[in-house]
């Protein structure tokens, strides 16, 4: 299985600081996507990085990828209570399209 | 901006009943998933859908399982025989195209509850 487990699995911060979650995985990757949830929401596309990339900016996002060791991150910077919500990373096969979930960083943001 | 829209956002069913959920992706993609979501697990591939065939499908997707895009813009999920186990949150999602770079758009889902 190519899956992506993250950790931490719950990540309690103060507004205004980092979070900070990783993601690692088994197999070879087309890209690693990462998602952030809403309680019994949909899954939102946050960022992409392909295979050949090793670090991505988006606002106050910020993901790297090492394809040597399988692993990837997420930073959240200047945290804010709106980022409380669980945060997937998703892996796509080097064969297939199919996205390969995580179980997923619980992220809450005190005020 | 685009978004695949999902319906109904919540459907409760009995036990062995028929269910059909619906999607519309955004339009111009050409690849459509649906995931499952069983509370407190991981998000799971169910189907994927190109070119108006399955192009892969997990062992979850069985006999009972079944997909289809009849008008173009709609692409359906219908579960035959409804069982307990089938509670969970249907998610489908559109890829543009085939490229490395693109990511999949998830709907809101559809809460599918079987009592």
């Known amino acids: 299985s190519q899956q992506g487990e993250e950790d931490p699995q719950a990540l309690s911060i103060q507004e205004g600081e980092n979070a900070t979650m990783n993601c690692s995985y088994k197999?070879?990757?087309?890209?690693l996507q990462w998602y952030r949830q809403n309680s019994g929401r949909g899954l939102v596309h946050l960022i992409l990085i392909r295979s050949n990339e090793r670090e991505k900016h988006s606002g106050r996002l910020r993901v790297t990828l090492d394809t040597s060791k399988k692993s990837s991150s997420l930073l959240i910077t200047a945290s804010r209570a709106a980022d409380t919500a669980s945060y997937f990373c998703?892996?796509?096969?080097?064969?297939?399209?199919?996205?390969?979930f995580g179980a997923g960083t619980t992220v809450t943001v005190r005020a | 901006e685009p978004e695949v829209t999902q319906t109904p956002s919540h459907q409760v069913t009995q036990m062995g009943q028929e269910v059909i959920l619906r999607c519309v992706p955004i339009?111009?993609?050409?690849?459509f998933y649906w995931y499952r979501q069983i509370l407190g697990q991981k998000v799971e591939f169910l189907v994927s859908f190109y070119n108006n065939e399955i192009s892969e499908k997990s062992e979850i997707f069985d006999d009972q399982f079944s997909v289809e895009r009849p008008d173009g813009s709609n692409f359906t999920l219908k579960i035959r025989s409804t069982k307990l186990e089938d509670s969970a949150m249907y998610f489908c999602a559109s890829r543009a195209d085939a490229g490395t770079s693109q990511p999949q758009h998830f709907g809101d889902g559809t809460r599918l509850s079987i009592l």
């Open positions: 197999t070879s990757i087309n890209n």
């Open positions: 339009s111009n993609h050409l690849y």
């Open positions: 998703a892996t796509e096969g080097t064969n297939d399209y199919k996205l390969s």
